[in-house]
């Protein structure tokens, strides 16, 4: 503790110049024997007691005297962040009871006393204590001590918890009889038989380690010190450690004896752990490699870009170092991060890998074609089971589609362009009771002026040029069936109010026609505009909005399951196999690729870019070499405005004009056209040979 925390501030100071009278009012003003003297700059000059005022007293002089002559000039002062114990020392040694505390300029901040100094041990005393107690009573380990009649004089509170007693049981050891083995060793001390004794023993389901020391005072033995430490935690985490050392002796017997080429790799990509299967592939020693980075040694692997990604990549074809072979790598994840990876190359007997395979797939060709026919029954072409993906994202939407399909309510997709709308409404409608038909109608194609027409129908001579005996509309193709009005955002708003009226009425007329039809049929609508936004501007009916978004599903953009990618790119492949290409799958470099694109166009522009690579490959997979630079893609892969032309039509106009292009600067010749579009020229024939391209 120093001066400054006790001195005190309240005083006042006189100078040499003032008189009797002027002074002794002054010790009125403060409870200090003692004040300062002061010059004109308030520097202390000397002091003058109030013993020194009585003594001048006693000669009965005049109060107009002044002090100049009585008060006592370089008196002893202290700093104020002296030392409390030695400031006391040179009070009491110097025999006085009151001394100034200056500054550095030596002005007057405060007065301290004799009494003041003493009573700060009661503080200092105080402090300790309260120190002593919180610190006693934080202690990581249980600390009591007992006399030579067990009775607990004192205890902190963690031993109060080991021992499962209140504060107040001083008597624990007399009275309860669990705690007998732990008496046991106490009296090793408190009888002298030890000078220290120490055991494990397990007490209310702790293991705890139990230490105990004689307590002395002036030479005699009082009674007894005991620690107590619970190392149940402790034992806890050495069987843990033991248990992963284990494993982890186990983890690298299997991957030492593992037919594939195994590494692990921690989140900087640097090699943990490898086995000899690997080491034989790349013909290098663990050593050379071990605590190594695969983005330098190995980077055609690109296993960084699945840590970043926490996307696991799954039998992906590559050939390393000359050998055909299968790459998985599989993100280990801690609390949602990727913490590490593990990375299998297989190389080794992929031609009897093969040859199942190749049955695996003509069985589910026999699959394939059972599917076919009950999609035809229902008039679609995709099921639920065809939505490729299992992250959460798409999980959720799948599991939402399923319970929609089980009741008559009207459901609202709601999803970006090329996010797969139409897969899930075919997919509800086949997982539905349903036993009518499906029915697509796209709102947006269809010129508005015909589009009444063509949901209601109409009857015999309705109109001028109308089909003799009329034609039924999509709603009455749908009964019983489920219809689906596709980009219903771009529907007109006069139409808007008849649909509001059959979804209300369940029922409608077909144009120049009294018969009512009355609607048993599952409405399913989309959309990828914001319908919300659309309300606002006057261009949706807010009542229709209402009625359609009973169940809403929102249908995630690629790039927000991007882990979904691998199992679309195999769904893709078996759909252009379908249509006549002959794809084994895409390489991992290829895959690498791919996953590194933001994909504005979602799963529609996935499908044109491996449609795309599918025509120019020159092997049974699709590589990286084949897949342009997405800049360059993004020429020809066209998002653009909706319009009243659909998606289909907009594409196909951009390729027809960007081929006549590149054969115009060709001047007609069709090798240096297919070169400067990157396309192989069997590609291009087909292509002219489809636009008619003179």
């Given amino acids: 503790m120093l001066v400054k925390d006790i001195m005190t501030t309240n005083f006042v100071c006189c100078s040499k110049n003032q008189t009797l009278g002027d002074v002794l009012p002054m010790f009125t003003q403060t409870h200090s024997d003692m004040l300062p003297v002061v010059n004109e700059f308030n520097h202390l000059i000397g002091i003058i007691t109030k013993n020194q005022i009585f003594k001048i007293l006693t000669t009965k002089p005049s109060f107009e005297t002044t002090i100049d002559h009585y008060y006592k000039p370089e008196p002893v002062y202290i700093r104020p962040n002296d030392n409390i114990d030695q400031t006391r020392r040179l009070l009491l040694q110097k025999r006085i009871g009151h001394a100034p505390v200056v500054d550095e300029k030596m002005k007057p901040i405060g007065v301290i006393s004799t009494k003041q100094a003493l009573s700060s041990y009661n503080l200092i005393y105080s402090h300790l204590e309260s120190q002593f107690e919180l610190l006693f009573n934080h202690l990581n380990f249980g600390l009591f001590s007992i006399n030579k009649d067990f009775q607990i004089s004192a205890s902190n509170s ?44 397990t007490l209310n389901g702790l293991s705890l380690y139990v230490q105990c020391y004689p307590l002395i005072r002036h030479d005699e033995l009082v009674g007894a010190m005991v620690i107590i430490e619970d190392v149940t935690r402790i034992e806890r985490t050495i069987n843990e450690l033991q248990l992963t050392r284990e494993w982890e002796q186990k983890l690298r017997s299997v991957i030492e004896f593992a037919y594939d080429a195994i590494i692990l790799v921690n989140k900087r990509s640097k090699i943990t752990m490898v086995n000899k299967g690997f080491t034989d592939l790349f013909g290098l020693s663990s050593s050379s490699i071990l605590e190594k980075s695969t983005s330098e040694l190995f980077p055609e692997l690109e296993i960084d870009n699945v840590i970043k990604s926490g996307i696991s990549v799954q039998n992906v074809p590559q050939i390393i170092n000359g050998q055909q072979s299968l790459i998985s790598i599989l993100p280990i994840k801690e609390s949602g991060e990727t913490i590490s990876a593990i990375c299998k190359i297989t190389y080794r007997g992929l031609t009897h890998l093969h040859e199942a395979l190749t049955k695996v797939k003509k069985l589910e060709k026999q699959l394939s074609a059972y599917q076919n026919e009950i999609n035809e029954i229902k008039g679609t072409k995709y099921t639920l089971f065809d939505i490729a993906g299992e992250s959460d994202a798409i999980r959720k939407v799948k599991h939402e589609a399923t319970l929609a399909s089980r009741s008559m309510s009207t459901v609202l997709i709601i999803g970006e362009s090329g996010t797969g709308k139409e897969l899930f409404a075919q997919g509800i409608h086949a997982s539905s009771g349903q036993k009518g038909t499906f029915v697509q109608v796209n709102c947006a194609a269809i010129p508005s002026e015909l589009l009444e027409s063509e949901l209601f129908g109409y009857a015999d001579g309705a109109f001028t040029g109308a089909q003799k005996g009329g034609v039924k509309g999509k709603f009455e193709l749908a009964q019983n069936g489920t219809i689906f009005l596709d980009e219903i955002g771009d529907m007109p708003l006069p139409l808007q109010t008849k649909i509001l009226r059959v979804l209300q009425e369940k029922e409608f007329q077909p144009i120049g026609s009294s018969k009512t039809i009355h609607l048993n049929t599952k409405i399913i609508a989309a959309t990828n505009r914001n319908i919300e936004e659309l309300i606002k501007d006057g261009k949706f009916r807010e009542d229709l909005y209402y009625r359609l978004n009973i169940i809403r599903l929102n249908i995630p953009p690629l790039r927000e399951r991007m882990e979904d990618l691998p199992d679309i790119i195999q769904e893709v492949i078996k759909r252009l196999n379908k249509s006549g290409f002959y794809i084994r799958g895409v390489t991992h470099s290829a895959l690498t690729k791919l996953m590194k694109h933001s994909w504005p166009g979602n799963v529609r522009e996935l499908h044109n870019v491996l449609e795309r690579a599918a025509n120019l490959k020159t092997s049974d997979y699709i590589d990286a070499v084949d897949i342009p630079a997405f800049d360059r893609l993004a020429d020809y892969t066209v998002f653009p405005e909706r319009t009243n032309s659909t998606y289909k039509d907009m594409m196909q106009l951009s390729e027809k004009e960007m081929i006549q292009s590149a054969l115009k600067e060709a001047n007609g010749n069709k090798t240096k056209a297919s070169k ?16 008619n391209i003179q």
């Fill in 158 to 201: 963690l031993a109060h918890r080991l021992l499962n007693i209140k504060h107040h049981e001083t008597d624990a050891f007399k009275q309860m009889k669990n705690l007998s083995e732990m008496k046991e060793l106490i009296e090793e001390i408190l009888m002298e038989r030890s000078n220290a004794a120490k055991k494990q023993l």
């Fill in 676 to 691: 400067l579009l990157g396309i192989s020229r069997p590609w291009l024939y087909s292509k002219i040979k489809k636009y």
